[in-house]
């Protein structure tokens, strides 16, 4: 007896349409930037001449070689500093026994979501600029005689790019850490295991796809970073978005900055290639399903 | 990783594997246990017997550690364990979820205890295989858990704890999550389990069929209280009270009854009727006393003859329930109300529909008769 495939659901269409449509337009944007970037720059024109593929040379210039390095390197690093700092608070915001303890972590990690961008920016300037809180701090204490140099630098704003992040990492670690079974973390230590061996042994395992999934986020949005560099770096720390920003929007050169996007999406997709193996091997290690 | 029993303890200490003394647990207002004195004999399965929220899942975590009594105190081989954190207790848990560790692998949920007490890697290979031999995986060590039907889950779980030879097994619900029919067989190897290690063993657990099959000593427990700690038989033929006579086994409570002695007999007389029983030493009832008589289903019989006889009374059949080996068989017997009886076979379902007049006959030399 031949068994009847159900009836498609009518309305599925319908739902799917709006996503469609956004995937419409963003497909539309990425082509433009791609034919945008295989076009003449024209100093001094907001119009773009014919087919060139310098644009492509270009960028094999030192100068934008380390920018793309810095981009690397800082979205790594805030990746990493963002998971460890983040584990903690998730795993306290989880497993903290009194609810007033659970409501006012929920409510420090969530409100930065809730600050606009800008300020938060402009709150680490004050903190960390020559006269900020940290610099006034150490030399009232008698630790420093002259400012630590914090703003512009590349220490700063992985600083500024991890409490950025925080949020996000907390939330994905949270929900992780509350699928974890607690009979199995009693299981363990009934066989024997102190608390950090629990930890390591089952805990830390179990969560293992939302710490994953985490940094990959947290690496994939810091990769597109723009307005923390772009004011605590002020200009000293160039990241790719911040390159683009200059190319496109100071001196117009729109085949050049078309370029720069397309090669930070390219490495962003790399990295994340490049890792997946990795992840799999995890994963696979893991075995949650 | 405590040392057995000290040589200054006193000698009972040595038959004792875990006492309880004036143990007490409460959530806030709510009392789960309360204050109760228990000891677990060295090589008995003892099994705490009750219905869910009784406060018998508590006990065992206090047991293991993973709870904090809010009074008395925890002995398990004459330590005082109450302050000792669950992972120095060296209790071996089953539990009801078994909670085997998914990232890994039967081989190595079985070794996680050894390793956690570095032991040397052939060691701890001999032992994990010894253990899943005793619970029939053999061959099964690099199996991932969730590949493992839902018996062979509770035997990883059985052999992660069996491998340490842990002081006390404790054995949370183990068999609530298996099918009927599986259920059976796990009894039947648990038990053949603990005669061949003789680990001393709390069970837990709100089946009666499972406690009575199980289990050394059974501790019925109801709202935090011990209501009987006895043998099975003992309890099944002289519960302590009206709870234990109905959590036990089918039992028919039948209507208040005066007891009269009359030579060799002790006479109730309920409902207007009498009914007679031999004088039993157990049953020290005195003249005039008010009590509560508690029939087992196996003690009625359909009688040959619907009246007249001693016990005999004229009851209506309302149902049949058959089940292979004897029949279950509800009548209305007038002012005792309904009465089950346990009949052998089934043939009595076609001689005596629902709705015929039959004579039952209650015989009361095992009846259970609880003071008012």
């Not at chain 1, 597109?224 to 683009?244: D, E, H």
């Not at chain 1, 920003?245 to 962003?268: E, I, R």
């Not at chain 2, 071996?92 to 081989?107: E, I, K, R, T």
């Not at chain 2, 031999?133 to 061959?139: N, P, Q, T």
Request: aromatic share 6%.
């Amino acid at each position: 007896m031949k068994h009847r495939v159900p009836r498609r659901r009518p309305f599925f269409l319908a739902f799917l349409l709006p996503s469609l449509l956004a995937a419409g337009l963003f497909l539309a944007a990425l082509g433009d930037v791609l034919q945008y970037s295989f076009r003449t720059f024209i100093p001094g024109s907001l119009d773009v001449g014919g087919f060139t593929l310098e644009n492509f040379l270009r960028i094999g210039r030192p100068i934008y070689l380390s920018v793309l390095l810095d981009t690397v390197t800082i979205s790594v690093l805030t990746a990493l500093f963002t998971l460890l700092l983040s584990y903690p608070v998730a795993y306290a915001l989880v497993r903290a026994r009194r609810d007033w303890v659970r409501t006012l972590l929920i409510i420090l990690a969530i409100t930065p979501l809730f600050t606009g961008e800008i300020v938060r920016t402009y709150a680490w300037i004050l903190v960390l600029g020559s006269n900020g809180f940290v610099n006034s701090l150490l030399k009232d204490a008698g630790l420093i005689t002259a400012p630590l140099s914090l703003l512009y630098t590349r220490f700063g704003v992985t600083v500024a790019l991890v409490q950025f992040s925080m949020p996000v990492m907390i939330i994905l670690l949270a929900t992780a850490i509350s699928h974890v079974d607690r009979n199995c973390e009693r299981a363990a230590a009934n066989l024997g295991a102190p608390p950090l061996m629990v930890f390591w042994r089952v805990t830390l395992p179990l969560t293992m796809p939302g710490v994953i999934s985490g940094t990959i986020v947290i690496f994939a949005w810091t990769m597109s970073a723009f307005s923390t560099p772009q004011l605590i770096g002020g200009g000293k720390v160039l990241m790719i978005s911040n390159l683009v920003y200059l190319q496109g929007l100071s001196t117009f050169n729109f085949p050049f900055a078309a370029v720069l996007s397309l090669l930070a999406l390219l490495v962003a997709m790399g990295s994340l290639g490049l890792i997946r193996p990795a992840i799999r091997r995890l994963e696979r290690r893991v075995a949650l399903h | 990783m405590g040392q057995g029993a000290a040589a200054g303890t006193p000698p009972f200490a040595a038959e004792t594997a875990v006492e309880l003394v004036g143990v007490g647990k409460s959530f806030g207002p709510v009392t789960a246990v309360r204050e109760l004195s228990l000891a677990i004999r060295r090589g008995e399965v003892l099994t705490l017997l009750g219905p869910s929220g009784c406060g018998k899942t508590t006990l065992l975590n206090m047991i293991a550690g993973f709870e904090e009594p809010s009074a008395g105190r925890i002995l398990i081989d004459g330590r005082d364990v109450t302050e000792v954190p669950p992972y120095l207790r060296d209790t071996g848990m089953v539990f009801q979820s078994y909670a085997l560790f998914p990232h890994m692998d039967v081989f190595e949920n079985v070794a996680f205890g050894l390793r956690m007490r570095k032991l040397p890697k052939a060691k701890i290979a001999a032992e994990v295989m010894r253990a899943l031999e005793m619970v029939k995986l053999g061959g099964l060590e690099r199996r991932r858990v969730r590949q493992l039907s839902g018996g062979q889950q509770q035997r990883v779980a059985l052999a992660r704890a069996i491998v340490l030879r842990p002081k006390v097994l404790l054995l949370d619900e183990p068999l609530s999550a298996l099918d009927k029919n599986l259920r059976a067989q796990m009894q039947v190897e648990l038990k053949e389990l603990h005669e061949r290690t003789r680990l001393t063993t709390l069970f837990v657990t709100h089946d009666q069929g499972e406690a009575l099959s199980l289990s050394d000593r059974i501790v019925v427990m109801s709202r935090g209280e011990i209501q009987q700690i006895a043998a099975p038989i003992e309890l099944y033929r002289h519960p302590a009270n009206s709870f234990v006579a109905s959590f036990i086994g089918e039992i028919n409570r039948l209507p208040p009854a005066r007891c009269r002695l009359s030579g060799g007999e002790i006479v109730f007389s309920l409902a207007g009727i009498e009914l007679t029983a031999a004088r039993r030493d157990d049953l020290a009832l005195g003249d005039g006393q008010q009590v509560h008589l508690f029939v087992r289903p196996e003690h009625l019989a359909v009688a040959a003859e619907a009246a007249g006889g001693r016990n005999r009374i004229a009851c209506r059949v309302v149902t049949h329930v058959y089940q292979g080996t004897h029949t279950l068989t509800r009548v209305e017997a007038g002012a005792l109300g309904v009465l089950q009886l346990r009949v052998p076979g089934g043939a009595v379902i076609e001689r005596a529909p629902p709705g015929s007049e039959i004579g039952v006959e209650i015989n009361l030399d095992e009846a259970v008769a609880l003071p008012d």
